[in-house]
C-alpha cells in the first residue's frame, strides 16, 4: 500500500508482548456453520455436477475441525475462566440459548455457497438471530450469514451471482491490508500503542493486516449495520450493529487466526507480529459484549 508499510514488513524483530486476559468469565456459545448432513445440502446442491455429498462432507468437516479449534482457542487464551460449547447450525434454536446462556455468540465460516444450503437451516438461523439480545460475532462466512439474515444478498468479488461462477472466482487470501473508516468504534480500541505496526503507519492511517480466505461477499450494508472497514477488493470488511437492543460485529477477514498460526511457529524466538491487529479486535469485542449484557440485564430489571 506504501513504501512505509513495505518497510515494516521488512522488520528484523518484534516486541515481546505478554498476554493478560482482561475477562475474568464467559460463556461462548461457537455455531460450526459448515455443512455437516446430507440432509444441510440444498436441491440446487444436488443439481451440482460435481456433486458427491461423501466427499463434501468430508471436506467441510475438516476445515469445521481447523476453524472450530481456532476459535476455541481465542476464548480459552483471551479469557480467565471460559465455558464454552460448539454446536452445528441446525442445532441453533430458542431453547438451547435459554439452557445455556451464552454470553456472545460466535458464528464460523464457510467452504460453500449459501445457496447450496437447505432453506430451512439458513431461514431459522435468521428467524432466532434477527431478534437476539445475545452479542453475535460473525466470521467470514459468518459475517456474510448474518448479512443473508438481514436483508443482504452474497455476490463474488466482482459483483457476479455465485450460482453463475461457482469456479475461476476473484479471491483475497493470506495476510491482506484493510483500511478502517470507523477508528472511533470501540472494536478497534488498543490499535494505537506503541506496538501497533500498522494502524499509524506513515501516510497510511487506521491500517490493520489480516488474514483473509474468501472469494464472496456481502453486496450491501444491512440496515440498522454500520461498515467499519474495506479492502481494495471487497468494500464491506466489517459490520456493526448497535441498536433495537441489539450488538452485532461481523468480518470478513478470519480474525480467528490469532493463535493458530503462534502454535504452527517453528520455533519460540517468533512472536504474533502477524495475527496481532485480529486478536486485539477478538478481544475489543468480548469486552464490549459483557458490556452489552450487563446493559441488558439492567434495562430488564428497570422494565
Not at 63 to 68: F, R, V
Not at 93 to 99: K, Q
Not at 268 to 286: A, Q, S, T
Amino acid at each position: 500500500m506504501s513504501d512505509q508499510l513495505a518497510s515494516l514488513n521488512k522488520k528484523t524483530f518484534c516486541y515481546y508482548e505478554p498476554l493478560r486476559p482482561k475477562i475474568e468469565v464467559m460463556n461462548a456459545l461457537i455455531i460450526d456453520n459448515l455443512l455437516k448432513n446430507e440432509t444441510d445440502l440444498s436441491e440446487t446442491a444436488r443439481q451440482e455436477a460435481d456433486y458427491d455429498p461423501l466427499k463434501w462432507l468430508q471436506e467441510e468437516r475438516h476445515i469445521a475441525c481447523l476453524a472450530l479449534e481456532n476459535i476455541t482457542q481465542n476464548i480459552v487464551k483471551l479469557v480467565k475462566k471460559p465455558s464454552t460449547k460448539i454446536i452445528h447450525l441446525s442445532e441453533f434454536t430458542e431453547e438451547l440459548l435459554a439452557s445455556f446462556d451464552p454470553d456472545v455468540i460466535i458464528i464460523s465460516g464457510t467452504l460453500r455457497d449459501f445457496d447450496l444450503y437447505s432453506t430451512k437451516l439458513i431461514k431459522n438461523f435468521a428467524a432466532i438471530v434477527q431478534k437476539t439480545s445475545i452479542p453475535v460475532l460473525g466470521i467470514c462466512g459468518g459475517h456474510q450469514l448474518v448479512g443473508l439474515s438481514f436483508g443482504a444478498e452474497i455476490v463474488t468479488l466482482d459483483y457476479k451471482d455465485p450460482r453463475k461462477k461457482r469456479n475461476g472466482r476473484i479471491r483475497e487470501y493470506e495476510y491482506r491490508y484493510i483500511k478502517v473508516t470507523k477508528p472511533e468504534d470501540p472494536i478497534f480500541k488498543g490499535m494505537d500503542d506503541e506496538m501497533s505496526y500498522f494502524w499509524e503507519a506513515g501516510n497510511q492511517k487506521h491500517v490493520l493486516r489480516v488474514w483473509q480466505n474468501h472469494g464472496l461477499m456481502v453486496d450491501r450494508v444491512p440496515e440498522g449495520f454500520t461498515n467499519l472497514a474495506k479492502s481494495y477488493l471487497c468494500p464491506i470488511q466489517m459490520m456493526v450493529k448497535r441498536g433495537d437492543g441489539q450488538l452485532f460485529y461481523t468480518v470478513q477477514y478470519h480474525l480467528e487466526k490469532s493463535f493458530e498460526d503462534w502454535n504452527k511457529l517453528p520455533t519460540r524466538w517468533e512472536h504474533r507480529n502477524d495475527c496481532r491487529d485480529g486478536r486485539i479486535v477478538f478481544e475489543n469485542f468480548l469486552v464490549e459484549a459483557l458490556k452489552h449484557r450487563k446493559k441488558i440485564e439492567k434495562m430488564a430489571k428497570i422494565a
